[in-house]
T-cell receptor, first 112, second 115 residues
Framework: QKEVEQNSGPLSVPEGAIASLNCTYS??????FFWYRQYSGKSPELIMS????GDKEDGRFTAQLNKASQYISLLIRDSQPSDSATYLC????????????FGKGTLLTVNP | GAGVSQSPSNKVTEKGKDVELRCDPI?????LYWYRQSLGQGLEFLIY????????KSGLPSDRFSAERTGGSVSTLTIQRTQQEDSAVYLC?????????????FGPGTRLTVL
């Protein structure tokens, strides 16, 4: 069964710290990877997509992909209380060009 | 967000009743998805529509669930004879907007409560 696993947390960090969120996936041939943020009571919104091994940076966010280890991470630098949300990892599993498989999400709390 | 509206925003119904949930996407999108999110759970894929192709219904949990997409635009998810375990937030998402072909943009969702 194709799966996406995330540590459920909750993860708590102080304001200004680096938050590190991790995700593993089971299908080795997967090619497209996404991080979504979901505030309580709201719908998910895309933060970053990543397709190649290595790092991809966008402002305070850095996505990291290691296909050999089947591992994705999201780093949030200078964490702010407004970053407090659930972060969902999503993978377009191999063999599908449209279906995303989501992890259950990691709840992040940034304490002022 | 990104041109997807859903109605109603909240729906409370009694066990055994039928419900219809509506998704109204921006014009010009290429694909439409329905997901279900139960409390504390991730997003569960339900169904996918792409153009005139047959929909991928592989995620529908039972034959009480059905969906249609009329005119390549508005979609309706119907749940017949609702059960308490159907209580969840139902999310519609689209891809293929003018700004992105790969990103899924979600609507605000419909919170369904079955009493």
């Amino acid at each position: 069964q194709k799966e996406v696993e995330q540590n459920s947390g909750p993860l708590s960090v102080p304001e200004g710290a680096i938050a590190s969120l991790n995700c593993t996936y089971s299908d080795r041939v997967s090619q497209s990877f996404f991080w979504y943020r979901q505030y309580s009571g709201k719908s998910p919104e895309l933060i970053m997509s990543i397709y190649s091994n290595g790092d991809k940076e966008d402002g305070r966010f850095t996505a990291q992909l290691n296909k050999a280890s089947q591992y994705i991470s999201l780093l949030i630098r200078d964490s702010q209380p407004s970053d407090s949300a659930t972060y969902l990892c999503a993978v377009k599993m191999g063999g599908s060009n449209y279906k995303l498989t989501f992890g259950k999400g990691t709840l992040l709390t940034v304490n002022p | 967000g990104a041109g997807v509206s859903q109605s109603p925003s909240n729906k409370v119904t009694e066990k055994g009743k039928d419900v219809e949930l509506r998704c109204d996407p921006i014009s010009g999108h290429t694909a439409l998805y329905w997901y279900r999110q139960s409390l504390g759970q991730g997003l569960e894929f339900l169904i996918y529509f792409q153009g005139n192709s047959a929909p991928d219904k592989s995620g529908l949990p039972s034959d009480r669930f059905s969906a249609e997409r009329t005119g390549g635009s508005v979609s309706t998810l119907t749940i017949q004879r609702t059960q308490q375990e159907d209580s969840a937030v139902y999310l519609c998402a689209i891809t293929g907007t003018p700004t992105s072909t790969d990103t899924q943009y979600f609507g605000p969702g419909t919170r369904l409560t079955v009493l």
